[in-house]
């Protein structure tokens, strides 16, 4: 593959994207095609992202982009530049769960772990903005995400759970990355 010369690229040239991943400057080359989901796993190597269903139903692919969460596969790389996007490996960076995910063990809230990452991040997301929600509220956002195995009833009570030690410890939301 040849690098682009100019912003408009024929198929097969590359460009490189640059942008803050997980709190680190990376980058890396991309076709504008590219999605972003597979931009973060197979040119950056955060293979903690997982990719289902590809259009936007099953919600596995979820990350953030500065800051709020978003379906990985209905973007395009080119759309990160200069960017920050957060995966779930930076929920735990230095290899400490979070408290969400530590809910989330607690709770046996994943079986083959597939929705999970997907799930983490949006979970994340919306108790930044919604940090005291009601069991209908969490229903109402995990219906963005397919889970196969576990069933949603251990997941929800792990968001209930983070929530309710949150406001216990009168924290503020865990922060994505440090
Ligand atoms: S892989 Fe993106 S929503 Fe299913
Ligand atoms: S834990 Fe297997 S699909 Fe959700």
């Known amino acids: 593959m040849s690098k682009a010369s100019s912003n408009t690229l024929r198929q097969g040239e590359t460009q490189r994207v640059a942008l803050t991943l997980n709190g680190r400057v990376r ?3 991309c076709e504008t095609r590219d999605l972003l989901s597979d931009f973060i ?12 269903c590809e259009h936007g139903v099953c919600g596995a692919c979820t990350v953030h982009i500065d800051g ?3 379906r990985s596969c ?13 995966t779930v ?5 230095d290899q400490t769960l979070g408290d969400l995910q530590q809910a989330f063990q607690r ?17 994340a997301d919306y108790l930044q903005r ?3 929600p009601t069991e209908e509220q969490v229903r109402e956002m995990l219906s963005g995400h397919l889970c196969r195995c576990t069933g949603y009833t251990p997941i929800i009570a792990a968001v209930l759970d983070v929530a309710a ?11 994505v990355h440090a």
């Open 41 to 52: 796993r197979h040119e950056l190597g955060a293979t903690g992202t997982h990719v289902g």
């Open 89 to 93: 490996e930076g929920l735990a960076p």
């Open 130 to 132: 919604v940090p005291d």
């Open 165 to 175: 030690r949150r406001k216990q410890r009168n924290e503020s939301p865990e922060a």
């Open 74 to 86: 209905l973007m395009l790389a080119v759309q990160v530049q200069g960017r920050r996007v957060d």
């Open 27 to 29: 980058s890396g080359l």
């Open 107 to 123: 709770h046996h809230a994943l079986q083959c772990g597939f929705c999970t990452a997907g799930i983490l991040m949006s979970c």
């Open 68 to 70: 709020v969460a978003a």
